[in-house]
């Protein structure tokens, strides 16, 4: 069974830091391009970041592309957002995701983990 | 950017049809993918490349997808299709390369 576990959420000021990692189990990680999506209070979902399975290839969403790193290490089998100088807006519930191989949707999303940015 | 839009919301009655939609320039020449979020749960993939379903994924949920408008269709609603629908797309000339609709909330009456 495919399981996507985010954890490192939590309270955090304008302009700090904050690490999130996502465990992924039930499938060859390595394989797979993956996501971070994130979804503020009773808003819609926003796409953040993507990484490819072997790292060479990364992008950002705009709204975050100079603040915020993602990463992976697939011998642990765990993705990784580095999130600097946090924003109010940044205020989410931050969801990894797994692409499909060969396609462009996501079709294993994680239960998410709450970043709140506030003094 | 390449902007999806959807209606905020759709009420249906239980055993009718709804119909979600997707508006975008040109979608239709694009693979869309439809998910769907229960409150306080993880968004589920429902309909993937315009009509196909994930397997677990009843047969009511179906897609189309034409010209500037793709369309998630939920055939004979029950109540526990009531949740947030969102549509996505791929635009690799976006500034967010995953492109989500704004999103519907499908209330069963």
């Known amino acids: 069974e495919v399981q996507l576990v985010e954890s490192g959420g939590g309270l955090v000021q304008p302009g700090g830091s904050l690490r999130l990692s996502c465990a992924a189990s039930?499938?060859?990680?390595?394989?797979?391009?993956m996501n971070w999506v994130r979804q503020a209070p009773g808003k819609g979902l926003e796409w953040v970041s993507y990484?490819?399975?072997?790292?060479?290839?990364?992008y950002y969403a705009d709204s975050v592309k100079g603040r915020f790193t993602i990463s992976r290490d697939n011998a642990k089998n765990s993705l990784y957002l580095q999130m600097n100088s946090l924003r109010a807006e940044d205020t989410a519930v931050y969801y990894c995701?797994?692409?499909?191989?060969?396609?462009?949707?996501?079709?294993?999303w994680g239960q998410g983990t709450l970043v709140t940015v506030s003094s | 950017s390449y902007v999806l839009t959807q209606p905020p919301s759709v009420s249906v009655a239980p055993g009718q049809t709804a119909r979600i939609t997707c508006g975008g320039n040109?979608?239709?020449?694009?693979?869309v993918h439809w998910y769907q979020q229960k409150p306080g749960q993880a968004p589920v993939l429902v309909v993937y490349?315009?009509?196909d379903r994930p397997s677990g994924i009843p047969e009511r949920f179906s897609g189309s997808n034409s010209g500037n408008t793709a369309t998630l269709t939920i055939s004979r609603v029950e109540a526990g299709d009531e949740a947030d629908y969102y549509c996505?797309?791929?635009?690799?000339?976006?500034?967010?390369?995953?492109?989500f609709g704004t999103g519907t909330k499908v209330t069963v009456l």
């Open positions: 995701a797994r692409k499909c191989i060969g396609t462009t949707y996501f079709d294993y």
């Open positions: 039930g499938f060859t990680f390595s394989s797979y391009s």
């Open positions: 990484i490819s399975s072997s790292s060479s290839t990364i």
């Open positions: 040109n979608i239709g020449s694009k693979s």
């Open positions: 490349d315009d009509s």
């Open positions: 996505q797309v791929w635009d690799s000339s976006s500034d967010h390369f995953y492109v």
